[in-house]
């Protein structure tokens, strides 16, 4: 069990990890399949050449851990596989998380909110008018640097044009 900062976890790969695991990809790769294995309650695992991160799920409790990746597992397995030779399964410990802390959570209605509020926003960004005085659309406002009354000036401008 992982409590607190101090702590030591043993990853032990298997080749079946190394088999299944993808080159260059933190999400897929051998370590993250050996933790994921090992520790079937953590999620977003990610490994990379300088840390490797989980979250643990103890109901409601959740913590995010960040360790720093060992150097002999750099060295011994991680830039060898990417670089696509040959490698041994390896063990290694997670000593001391250099980080961890309570990812925030958004319930299911605030995520509805924000992703509404993600996507009004990129439709609002992707929305131009027209200026007034050429009859191309080679000039345009943008509407964050236009106020509401003059875009409303401009389309009044524009209608009176056709």
Do not use: W
């Not at 043993?10 to 695991?21: K, N, P, R, S």
């Not at 409790?61 to 040959?86: C, H, L, M, N, W």
């Amino acid at each position: 069990m992982i409590m607190g900062k101090r702590h030591g976890l043993l990853v032990d790969m298997q080749t079946e990890d190394i088999a299944y695991a993808r080159r260059q990809d933190r999400y897929n790769c051998a370590i993250v399949r050996a933790i994921q294995r090992q520790l079937p309650e953590a999620t977003h695992v990610q490994a990379d050449a300088k840390t490797i991160r989980f979250t643990l799920n103890y109901g409601d409790d959740r913590t995010r851990y960040v360790f720093e990746t060992p150097a002999q597992v750099k060295r011994d397995f991680i830039q060898p596989f990417d670089s696509g030779k040959d490698v041994d399964p390896v063990s290694f410990t997670l000593d001391t998380a250099i980080d961890s802390y309570t990812p925030h959570v958004r319930s299911p209605e605030e995520a509805r909110k924000h992703r509404a509020q993600e996507r009004e926003s990129r439709r609002t960004q992707r929305t131009r008018v027209p200026a007034a005085n050429h009859t191309t659309n080679r000039f345009v406002i943008e509407p964050e640097f236009a106020s509401d009354e003059a875009l409303n000036k401009l389309r009044e401008k524009l209608m009176e044009g056709k």
